[in-house]
């Protein structure tokens, strides 16, 4: 599966944004999905997780509460929902990709994915 972030953008501190996911080159709803994300001179990081039923939903605790994850099967896309942003947010955002299987086992690692996209940058001024 091919994996393409797009949304991203620069945006005020307590603002949103949508980051989009759009995947091509197999079926979308069998494929667990996963944001994440990487600041200047930090590891990268996970950020919310999606599984392919959307019976499992995960969060960091950094942005619970602020950030929604969700997919469309339909569109073969996934989405983050930003809101109430902080400088802290700013970062180069990846979607990531693993085929699902009948376990509900959060995906909160790098090494639970297959697939990457290529970053989006999302940039939180104060």
């Known amino acids: 599966v091919q994996l393409q972030a797009s949304g991203g953008g620069l945006v005020q501190a307590g603002g949103s944004l949508r980051l989009s996911c759009a995947a091509s080159?197999?079926?979308?709803?069998?494929?667990?999905m996963g944001w994440f994300r990487q600041a200047p001179g930090k590891e990268r990081e996970f950020v919310a997780s999606?599984?392919?039923?959307?019976?499992?939903?995960y969060y960091a605790d950094s942005v619970k509460g602020r950030f929604t994850i969700s997919r469309d099967n339909a569109k073969n896309t996934a989405y983050l929902q930003m809101s109430s942003l902080k400088p802290e947010d700013t970062a180069v955002y990846y979607c990531?990709?693993?085929?699902?299987?009948?376990?509900?086992?959060?995906?909160?690692?790098?090494?639970?994915?297959?697939?990457w996209g290529q970053g989006t940058q999302v940039t939180v001024s104060s």
């Open positions: 990531a990709a693993r085929r699902g299987s009948l376990t509900t086992t959060p995906r909160t690692t790098l090494r639970d994915y297959d697939y």
């Open positions: 080159g197999d079926t979308f709803s069998v494929y667990d």
């Open positions: 999606i599984n392919w039923s959307v019976s499992s939903i």
